[in-house]
């Protein structure tokens, strides 16, 4: 048997239909020789223990066998129905990735950057991967039905047809992931133009963040532009668990989105506040002012924690904390005046007194 399926290069064609390469290469004529070999030896082992009259060993090994060829017919259509539809679903397969591809389906997807999500795996290639899996499913249920084993099978196949009836969300969801990744991409890379064509790359300049504007991935246009790929994809993200009917990680993703807009634009109020802290120094230092370094530096200062409380206000982190210790600040603050200036005016404090004194004696 493993003479004739060599010569007729059983091998080869199996490796050819399956796509595997010489490496993985599958011996299948030796595999099929060595089952051929054991069920021969199986169909014979009765009546050689007959002959030599060892009818205690016989009776297990008979009833063994009895059992063994009784399951073998539905052991065979159970190959037979996933090995076929194996190769449909191969033939399938390669038929659905070549015809993506030969409509662009490829160009597409590196057009929109979705090429570097998924490596080196082409889209379509993905598209015929998915697909080739919802085809083997019913076949691998209906090959485990085969069996008629109902204490494995039974539960394997529940399995599987919970799997199969939830393709369609699973479907849905892919889909809302997929368009609202592209037109994310799209809609960040605008934005991201827009800003650096209007100078936004400035700002860490003007809130005297940095000397020189920054370039490439940590200019504020990227920054921005990722804050919109993001918060879309959130969004996309709810959704899709909704459809997929997954409420508590929908609510979680709700929850952390709502946060992330309350740091955000907890932030947003610290830059506003640095940008008037640095407007603040600036004009005091332009004024012809005595001691107008110091006074700039301490508006500067003044307007930054105003700001920054202010900002971790919104943002929710312990606003008790926040309100006691901008609170404990501003009167630390007042008493430092309050004793400077009583300590610095003490003379004038005391001639003033004195002449009080005076205009009252007359």
């Known amino acids: 048997m493993v003479t004739g399926l060599t010569a ?14 010489d490496s993985k290469k599958i011996p299948i004529s030796k595999s099929l020789g060595d089952i051929a070999y054991w069920l021969v030896f199986l169909v014979f082992l009765p009546g050689i223990l007959s002959a030599l009259n060892l009818g205690g060993i016989l009776e297990p090994i008979q009833g063994m066998l009895d059992k063994i060829f009784a399951f073998l017919p539905n052991i065979f259509t159970a190959a037979v129905i996933i090995i076929v539809g194996w190769f449909v679903a191969k033939i399938v397969r390669q038929i659905v990735t070549s015809l993506l591809s030969a409509v662009g389906l490829d160009k597409l997807a590196e057009k929109a950057g979705v090429t570097k999500t998924i490596g080196k795996q082409s889209l379509s290639g993905l598209v015929g ?4 899996i919802i085809i083997l499913i019913p076949i691998i249920v209906a090959g485990l039905n085969a069996l008629q084993l109902d204490a494995i099978t039974t539960p394997a196949s529940n399995m ?16 809302i992931l997929g368009i609202s990744f592209v037109i994310a991409k799209i809609l960040s890379g605008f934005v991201e133009n827009l800003l650096s064509g209007i100078g936004f790359n400035n700002l860490f300049v003007k809130l005297g963040l940095q000397k020189i504007p920054s370039d490439g991935n940590k200019s504020p246009s990227k920054i921005v532009g990722f804050i919109v790929l993001l918060t879309m994809m959130l969004f996309a993200f709810i959704e899709a668990f909704n459809t997929l009917g997954f409420e508590t990680l929908s609510d979680l993703v709700s929850q952390f989105t709502v946060l992330g807009g309350h740091i955000l634009f907890g932030l947003v109020i610290f830059g506003i506040g640095l940008y008037f802290g640095n407007m603040a120094n600036d004009t005091v230092k332009a004024s012809n002012l005595s001691n107008a370094n110091t006074i700039g530096f301490v508006a500067r200062i003044a307007i930054i924690v105003l700001a920054g409380a202010m900002a971790l206000r919104h943002m929710g982190l312990a606003n008790e904390i926040i309100n006691m ?3 404990l600040v501003l009167g630390a603050v007042a008493v430092a005046s309050a004793i400077a200036f009583g300590i610095g005016g003490r003379d004038i404090a005391a001639k003033k007194l004195a002449e009080w004194n005076d205009n009252f004696n007359k």
């Open 8 to 21: 007729l290069k059983a091998d080869d064609r199996f490796a050819e239909k399956t796509g595997a390469d």
């Open 160 to 175: 599987l047809n919970q799997f199969l009836e939830a393709i369609p969300n699973i479907f849905a969801a892919a889909v």
């Open 325 to 327: 210790a901008f609170g």
């Open 129 to 132: 991967l998915i697909l080739y």
